[in-house]
């Protein structure tokens, strides 16, 4: 069993040598670079996995979706730096990028092997530190925090699947 923490970094395959590694099933149809991306290979996992993720990830927000060097004019920078002064179009457009990313693995979702917590915290890396991974900070599905959640899957007590609704909760 894998648990899985979204979050890619962006490098060329052919360069770090791994292309054989690749799935083939992946980059027969793909480019490389791209079978690094969980969207493209998710669907090809055999082993068992857990994906916990913010539909919202705040470095995504900050440094991917929006970052200072493509927002010369500043529209985003008080919604990068505060998610409640975002505006009806910025948060329109951060409810796409979350309806995208449950789109990317709904095929996976359906296995009873693999497993979802799916919060709709604006966070980033939520599995190493105590007080998000099982503190009373915790983000909280079902009336489970992270780490029960992924307790009761690991050790197969409930198929968890949870998915946390829009912001504004």
């Avoid at 979204?6 to 099933?25: D, E, K, M």
């Amino acid at each position: 069993m894998l648990l899985l923490h979204a979050n890619c970094g962006v490098f060329r395959a052919s360069h770090r040598g791994v292309q054989n590694n690749l799935p083939r099933i992946c980059i027969n149809h793909l480019d490389p670079t791209s079978c690094f991306f969980p969207q493209n290979v998710i669907g090809n996992v055999k082993t068992p996995l857990f994906i916990l993720n913010a539909a919202y990830d705040s470095w995504q927000i900050q440094s991917s979706l929006a970052p200072p060097s493509a927002d010369p004019a500043g529209y985003w920078s008080n919604c990068r730096k505060d998610h409640s002064k975002c505006s009806a179009p910025q948060i329109q457009f951060l409810q796409r990028f979350r309806n995208q990313m449950l789109n990317a693995i709904k095929g996976f979702s359906r296995s009873r092997q693999n497993g979802l917590f799916i919060n709709s915290c604006f966070a980033h890396c939520q599995s190493e530190r105590q007080d998000t991974w099982f503190g009373d900070n915790s983000p909280v599905l079902g009336n489970k925090p992270i780490a029960l959640a992924v307790g009761d899957w690991y050790f197969d007590r409930s198929g968890e699947k949870a998915i946390d609704c829009p912001y504004p909760l």
